[in-house]
């Protein structure tokens, strides 16, 4: 079925949050701490930058060292060897988060969002809306037997006249 299409303008401020589902926001988020707490776990013990100061000096270095590592090159040294496995893994998954986040991103906002503006036959056939066929076509008389009126059809034979006509 050829229809027009729905104009899907978005204007929305919070258009950078739709590209991910508010679960992989909140797994993303979990995640990051999960992973900021496991090489706290595994570096505090060995690793001057992770073990000076406070509790909350700790966790704030901890969950920095990690929202850094997204952006820019870390300054803290991780020691541990499990613990730098810890941060390779972290740098795969952030990477595969970004590079999908920027797709869907990109797509939502240069892709011409299509959406029809009828989407069922019985729509066209209870509102009385024209309809139109290709010329010689096998559907005029599939229209006439879901009940559409001869006048309500009409008949295109190149794509110009197709164009026209929806219109």
């Known amino acids: 079925m050829v229809v027009p299409v ?14 991910l589902t508010w679960e992989l926001w909140v797994t993303s988020f ?42 820019f090159a870390q300054r803290e040294n991780v020691v541990s060897s499990l613990a730098r496995w810890v941060v390779v893994v972290w ?3 952030v990477l595969i988060l ?9 797509s939502m906002l240069t892709v011409q969002q299509i959406q029809p503006t009828v989407t069922d ?15 010689g076509s096998f559907v005029r008389e599939l229209l006439i037997q ?5 006048t309500k059809l009409r008949t295109y034979s190149d794509p110009e006249q197709l164009a026209e006509l929806l219109r």
Not at 6 to 19: G, R
Not at 41 to 51: G, N, Q, V
Not at 62 to 71: E, H, N, P
Request: aromatic letters at 20%.
């Open 91 to 93: 740098m795969f998954v």
């Open 98 to 106: 970004t590079q999908s986040y920027t797709a869907s991103l990109t």
């Open 30 to 71: 979990c995640f990051f701490v999960f992973i900021a707490f496991l090489l706290w776990l595994l570096e505090h013990r060995i690793s001057d930058e992770f073990r000076g100061g406070s509790l909350l000096q700790q966790v704030g270095t901890s969950l920095y060292y990690y929202f850094y590592t997204m952006v």
């Open 121 to 135: 036959l019985n729509v066209l056939l209870n509102k009385g809306e024209y309809v139109g066929y290709q010329e």
């Open 6 to 19: 729905k104009d899907v303008n978005i204007n929305s401020a919070w258009i950078f949050l739709k590209p």
């Open 146 to 150: 879901l009940g559409f009126k001869e």
